[in-house]
């Protein structure tokens, strides 16, 4: 969390973001590594993969929401869902950014427009997807598919899914391409049916 400048980061989306951030988020996923460091795959221990660790990051705001986290918090519910809005807007400015050339400060005016954040918090974002090509856009792919893979193995499992198991099967890969995961997740559902 960059706090250059605390203003960037109302009260409303400190739930939400500590989620992303903390637990069940990237700190659970690097302590859960860490406790697990010599059953990591070599080439997930040396290369990130963008679209798997902030696809779990969003994915752990979810299971916030779902787990009742905002139940007593009616501020922190409007920043989870603000949040999702600054996630969607995010995959306009970066497609407008590298696909329809839109300049910085279109991008900039733009997305304060359609989230009502500072232009100061904007500036930063908008500068990191000038950058990083794609990146903006690997939050939400990742967090799509974890949840299409969830999804899957409900099915497969019906009362046998274990949220927990499930979960588990995902962050020890240690971070793996997408394409990859599913073929984890269908091991996880063949050994659970065993």
């Known amino acids: 969390m960059n706090l250059k400048d605390t203003g960037a980061w ?9 989620a992303h951030e903390a637990i069940p988020g990237h700190a659970w996923q ?11 795959h070599t080439i997930s221990a040396l290369v990130g993969f963008g679209a798997f660790a902030e696809g779990w990051g ?18 922190g519910r409007l920043g989870y869902f603000q949040a999702l809005r600054f996630r969607a807007a995010r995959l306009v400015v970066d ?13 900039i005016d733009w997305m304060v427009a359609a ?7 904007v500036t930063s974002e908008v500068d990191r997807y000038c950058a990083s090509p794609g990146q903006a856009c690997a939050y939400k792919t990742g967090h799509n598919e974890i949840v299409r893979l969830r999804n899957k193995a409900k ?16 962050v020890a890969t240690g971070g793996t391409p997408l394409s990859v995961l599913e073929t984890v997740i269908d091991r996880y559902v063949a050994a659970a049916k065993a």
């Open 10 to 18: 109302p009260r409303y989306t400190l739930a939400s973001l500590t």
């Open 30 to 40: 690097g302590a859960y590594l860490a406790e697990r460091a010599d059953q990591i």
């Open 58 to 75: 969003l994915y752990s705001e979810q299971l916030a929401d779902e787990f009742g986290l905002y139940a007593d918090d009616p501020m």
């Open 95 to 107: 497609t407008g950014l590298h696909d329809k050339r839109w300049s910085r400060q279109k991008a």
């Open 115 to 121: 989230t009502g954040r500072s232009v100061g918090a």
């Open 155 to 170: 099915a497969a499992l019906g009362p046998k899914y274990d949220i927990r198991d499930f979960n588990d099967a995902v």
